[in-house]
């Protein structure tokens, strides 16, 4: 059974530039969340999607934002980067209703310059 | 808001040693809680998830005890391996808001050959 897949693990852009990163989540799993990690702050919650619909967000500007298509697959963007975008972004995937275990990918790791 | 902490913040044993690594949270409306282990510039494997309604779960060398009242949780490892070294994260959901994980800063652990 495939985990969940993140892309692309790298990335490297330019302050200014704007970034879309790809999540695609284990077969069935309709909830998919986003979570930033950095060295000071930590795993820091960004906003989470079910059935193509954002229900819960983090306190982060408008600048993130995401998506969740009809197939579970979620993608979130970051438009006018900052250095203090560069993190490591995670997806986190899980199965509908409460109680169940959320299951993460490996992340991409994104540097701005 | 909930607040999780994590003790230690670092932790070094020799081989074969059994170990126990702390978390506590301030907020016992807890919904789930659930270990993570993280390798360097990985991303988050699950280890264990107790619900709210267990006190304890077990997987091979570990077992994760819960405490809602006193809003604490324990992660016991059995005989360490080197290959157990990793960063220990503890990460709870609330009742009111069970899509959102609030992590705490993690346990960096280190098992000595």
């Known amino acids: 059974k495939a985990g969940v897949t993140q892309t692309p693990r790298y990335l490297i852009k330019t302050r200014g530039q704007q970034v879309t990163l790809s999540c695609s989540p284990i077969?069935?799993?309709?909830?998919v969340s986003w979570y930033q990690q950095t060295p000071g702050q930590g795993l820091q919650f960004l906003f989470e999607y079910f059935s193509e619909t954002q229900r819960n967000k983090g306190n982060f500007p408008g600048r993130f934002s995401g998506r969740q298509f009809s197939n579970s697959r979620s993608e979130m963007n970051v438009s006018t980067l900052e250095l203090g975008d560069s993190a490591l972004y995670l997806c986190?995937?899980?199965?509908?209703?409460?109680?169940?275990?959320?299951?993460f990918g490996q992340g991409t790791r994104l540097t701005v310059v | 808001k909930q607040e999780v902490t994590q003790i230690p913040a670092a932790l070094s044993v020799p081989e074969g040693e059994n170990l126990v690594l702390n978390c506590s949270f301030t907020?016992?409306?807890?919904?789930?809680l659930q270990w993570f282990r993280q390798d360097p510039g990985k991303g988050l494997t699950s280890l264990l998830l107790?619900?709210?309604?267990?006190r304890e779960q077990t997987s091979g060398r570990l077992n994760a005890s819960l405490d809602k009242s006193s809003g604490r949780s324990t992660l016991y490892i059995a005989a360490s391996q080197p290959g157990d070294s990793a960063t220990y994260l503890c990460?709870?959901?609330?009742?009111?808001?069970?899509?959102?994980?609030?992590f705490g800063s993690g346990t960096k652990l280190n098992v000595k050959p």
């Open positions: 990460a709870v959901t609330n009742t009111y808001n069970f899509n959102k994980f609030y």
């Open positions: 077969s069935g799993h309709r909830s």
């Open positions: 107790i619900q709210s309604s267990q």
């Open positions: 907020d016992s409306a807890i919904y789930n």
């Open positions: 986190a995937s899980s199965l509908v209703g409460e109680n169940t275990e959320a299951f």
